[in-house]
Every structure is written in C-alpha cells, then in structure tokens.
C-alpha cells in the first residue's frame, strides 16, 4: 500500500511512538455474539438455538462449523442470513491518570461513554451442490471476525483506543464425501480477507496544547484450512467434530501520526507498515438426537484458540512485537427443537462463552466479558423448496474492567505513563433472518 497524507519521509527516531499506537492492532471487542472479537452468527437457523449443533447439523447453512455438513445430502441447497446485533454499552473511568509516580493527574475528558461497542448487520451465504448420492461441492461466505468500537476525541480511554475497526470475509469452498451410510468427510480452504483501521490520541508535552492524532490503515489475503466429519449412528443421533486452523495474517498499510507540537513536532509522519497477527483456531464437537419424531436435542462444545493471538509482529520504521496474552476458551451450548407441525419447527438454546482477553491488562478496544446467550427461533416451510429461518437472541455480558498501561514515547526523556482504569457494562440483542432454497 502506497504512502497517504504528508509526502514527509518517515524518522527512525520516531521508534518510541510505536507501542503506544500498536499496542490495539487487530484487538477488539467482538459486538455481541462471541467472546472476543469473534462472530458467530453464521446462520440464522443455528442462531435459534444458540449455535448448539451446528456441527452435527446437515445443510450449507452448517458449513462453517463442519464441511461435512453436506456429505450425502439429498439435494442442491443454497442459504442466506442475515444478523442486526444492536448492543447497550457503558464504558465509566474509575481514576484513569498521566504522568510519573508523585506527579500525576487524572487523563480528564469525558468519563463516561454511552455505547462504545457499535451496532452491526451481518450477512453470511453459501450453498450446497450435490454431484451424486456420495459427493458435494459446497461455498459459504462469512465475516467472523469483525467490530468496529468508537470512542469520542475526549474519551478518558482516548490515549489506548478512539476509532477501531476490523473487518474479515472469509471464502470458504468445501468438498464432501459419504463413502459409508454412517460416515461424512469433509474439507476445504478458508481464504481470508482482512481490513482495519485503528486509531488513538497521543499526549503533547504541553496540557495546554491539544493532543495529537495517530491512525493505522491495514489490509491483505491470507488462507488457513478446515476438516470435519460426521457419524450417524442410526437414523437418529449424529455426532459431528472439525477442526478450523488458524490464519496467520499479514496487513501492508500507513501509519499517520499528526498534530504533535514543540519538541515532538519532528515526529510527525506518514510511513509504510506492516503488521502480523494470527486469529484463532477452532475445534469443535457436537452431538444431535432426535429422540423422538417431533423432539431433538442438540449440544455443542467449541475450543477456540486464542493462545494464536499472544503478540503482534510489526515492521515500518522500526520493528516491534506487542503482546496481547489472549488466552485458549471453551465454550458450551445446549438446544431443543420441537416440530410443532409438518411444515413448522421452533427452537431455543443457551450457550455459555467466556471471554480470551486478559483480565489483568484489558485493553478499551477490547471491552469484553464472559457471556451468557439465550436464543429463540423458527423455520418455516413455505413451499416445499423454500424454508425461513427466524430467530432473537439476548446476550447477558458480565461486567468487566479495563486496566492498560498506555505509557507514551517509552525509553525516551519525554517518557509519560498513562494508566487507564474503568469498567464496561453491556448488554446485547441479535436479529437473525434467513432463508434456505433447494434446488
């Protein structure tokens, strides 16, 4: 990605902004529906029963939990969905302070931040080809990790975190085989796109003076796998497990600092960068039994790797690693299906998920928690090709603290601590509608 802004040449003196600005790369709260900055809400179908057999499940609508979801089916099938994830969030300063130990002061500016986490729309889509009673080719289109987190110019978290936004669309083609009536196999690359944009104040020498501004723009291509299987024992429980891998990923992008004054004016500038960063793998296990013609049971377990996320590698005017500490989850999931009648099925679920951030070291672009999710939902058979899938979901955040050291220009006479202290508070709904077409 070429330069932007200023035609200035980048300093090398200006190593000691960096960690102050990297230290957020590619973190964020995730709006709602995962822990992290991981979304889930792939399926309007699997949204009505919090995600809970999802890997057991058949169909296209299952193929990014488990790309032997369309081993033997028995016909072409395509899906659309589509989630608004509205969320009520309250981020509150607990004594947030600048400078060195003897001398410092509280950060100021407005210490209470009305709905930080932003509300999104999330679409997903894929469909399902069937070559014969044993192959298909399937492709399903998702975004699961992106947020975006806004905090005003004078927020008291200002200094670690104003704007941040992360987008992904991941491609995922999948081909399955049945070679036994009791056994699905599944595999298929996820190629992934990656966009952000991350930016946050920078504190003049000055009280007098305002603060400056720096921002990261970043985007690339990278590719991971997954593989699955299914087995049917019986004609009524199945059991399903894959495994997604992690994606290492590698944004080419500028870095922009501006409005610094007096002796920091010189580090002004706008230079090339580049950043690395893993997102998590998964495994997952579920189970699905249809204990009798109208009731089925649904359960689902998800490990997700978020160790991969431990340090941000970056290069531009200096080198760097930033640690981030995320930690490996476990998340579980519980369901029931009932069909009220032929051409009607209602659901519901909960699903427990606790957060991979830090407790210790909780950065404001991550205002994460452990979470509970309570799910409803419906499908409806329209005609006997087109289903609607509807469902609601209410996410119970705990409340969390955010405690980050944001000290600035490191290693250098300027050097200036900042040490962030606060508490977020959130709740959340998720709207999810789809539909599936066989064909």
Not at 40 to 48: F, H, L, N, R
Not at 267 to 276: F, G, K, P, V
Not at 299 to 305: F, H, I, K, M, N
């Amino acid at each position: 990605m070429g330069r932007s802004g200023s035609n200035r040449a980048p300093r090398v003196s200006s190593a000691w902004l960096w960690p102050l600005l990297l230290s957020g790369i590619a973190a964020g709260g995730g709006p709602a529906s995962a822990a992290g900055f991981y979304l889930q809400d792939q399926s309007a179908k699997g949204a009505g029963r919090a995600f809970s057999g999802e890997a057991a499940d058949d169909g296209p609508a299952s193929l990014w939990w488990n790309p032997a979801a369309i081993a033997g089916i028995a016909a072409s099938e395509s899906f659309n969905s589509v989630a608004g994830i509205l969320i009520d969030s309250t981020a509150t300063d607990h004594g947030s302070t600048i400078g060195p130990d003897g001398r410092t002061l509280p950060v100021g500016g407005t210490g209470r931040i009305r709905d930080p986490i932003s509300d999104g729309v999330l679409g997903s889509g894929g469909l399902a080809y069937r070559l014969d009673d044993r192959w298909a080719l399937g492709f399903v289109a998702t975004s699961p990790f992106s947020f975006v987190t806004q905090y005003p110019q004078d927020s008291w978290t200002r200094y670690a975190a104003l704007t941040s936004r992360l987008t992904t669309i991941d491609l995922q083609p999948s081909l399955a085989w049945r070679p036994r009536s009791w056994l699905g196999l599944g595999i298929g690359p996820n190629v992934e796109y990656v966009v952000a944009s991350l930016s946050n104040a920078l504190p003049n020498l000055s009280p007098l003076s305002p603060d400056g501004i720096q921002t990261l723009h970043g985007s690339g291509w990278n590719a991971g796998f997954n593989a699955g299987l299914q087995v049917h024992l019986g004609d009524r429980l199945v059991l399903g497990a894959a495994y997604r891998s992690a994606i290492r990923h590698r944004t080419e992008g500028t870095l922009d600092v501006a409005g610094l004054v007096g002796p920091l004016a010189p580090e002004n500038l706008a230079a090339e960068a580049q950043a690395r960063f893993s997102t998590p793998g998964a495994a997952t296990f579920a189970v699905r039994w249809q204990t009798t013609d109208r009731l089925t049971l649904d359960a689902q377990a998800v490990r997700l790797g978020w160790s991969a996320f431990d340090t941000i590698a970056v290069t531009g005017p200096v080198s760097t690693r930033i640690p981030e500490g995320y930690r490996d989850t476990l998340s579980a999931a519980f369901g029931i299906e009932y069909r009220l009648w032929p051409r009607c099925i209602v659901r519901t679920g909960a699903q427990y998920d606790p957060t991979p951030t830090p407790g210790p070291d909780r950065d404001p672009r991550v205002p994460d928690a452990n979470r509970w999710l309570i799910s409803a939902g419906t499908s409806v058979r329209v005609t006997p090709r087109l289903s609607v899938d509807a469902a609601v979901t209410y996410v119970d955040f705990q409340d969390s603290a955010i405690t980050r050291n944001a000290t600035a220009y490191a290693g250098t006479p300027a050097v200036l601590p900042i040490d962030l202290s606060g508490t977020v508070q959130a709740s959340g709904i998720v709207l999810a509608l789809g539909t599936r077409f066989r064909f």
